[in-house]
């Protein structure tokens, strides 16, 4: 006589005993993918995830708490994440280059930008969309120093607000590309161009400057 599989209340096969460790990936991975499917406007419901992902839902409770508190546990994954696989280099590039790779990284990685917008149209005030300040800062201070950026100018705000043109552009970008009828690979081509040139009036190069790269 076959042996009937062990399976948990969601007629899904029981998982070994996982981790502490493990248990929290499993939730974050099911949190993602549950925004991918179903959108980030959706939102997430604490027993959907732990369901999604074979976990016990007084646990998703215990460890997080809150919605909002799994969301930031999300970006801050993703985040990480993301900086373990960025080059080295990138802090020690000056700032336009900086905002071309990140122009790029986000149109490939959108999933910590849609995380943040849902953080804060959920009224978080713990959301942090500037997680890696103090180095920014840094770099920033650089670029004046050594004429990546004018002299005169505010490098904090130049820096949010390339940083916020991103993000919008990232959100959006999908529904642009509905309403104006281009094929989303050459919005996102001609976008590339002209988030290049907005950088140059940030930098004081001229815009053939900010298309050759230098």
Excluded: C
């Amino acid at each position: 006589m076959d042996q009937k599989p062990d399976v948990n209340d969601t007629g899904r096969p029981r998982r070994r005993r996982r981790s502490r460790q493990e248990t929290e990936a499993d939730l974050l991975d099911a949190a993602r993918r549950l925004l991918r499917r179903d959108g980030v406007l959706t939102g997430v419901n604490l027993r959907e995830i732990a369901t999604e992902a074979g976990v016990n839902h007084g646990q998703i409770y215990q460890y997080y708490g809150s919605r909002q508190a799994l969301l930031r546990a999300s970006v801050a994954d993703l985040v990480d994440r993301q900086v373990a696989e960025r080059e080295a280099g990138f802090w020690d590039l000056p700032f336009a280059e900086r905002r071309a790779e990140m122009f790029r990284h986000r149109i490939a990685e959108p999933e910590v930008v849609r995380l943040e917008a849902l953080l804060a149209l959920d009224g978080d005030e713990g959301v942090n969309p500037l997680p890696r300040f103090a180095q920014t800062r840094r770099s920033l201070e650089r670029d004046r120093r050594e004429g990546a950026l004018p002299p005169d100018s505010d490098p904090v705000a130049a820096h949010v607000m390339a940083a916020a043109t991103l993000v919008g552009y990232v959100i959006f970008r999908e529904a642009y590309a509905r309403g104006t009828g281009i094929p989303l690979d050459e919005l996102d081509e001609r976008a590339e161009r002209a988030y290049a040139r907005m950088v140059a009036g940030l930098t004081g190069d001229s815009p053939s400057e900010a298309r050759n790269g230098g």
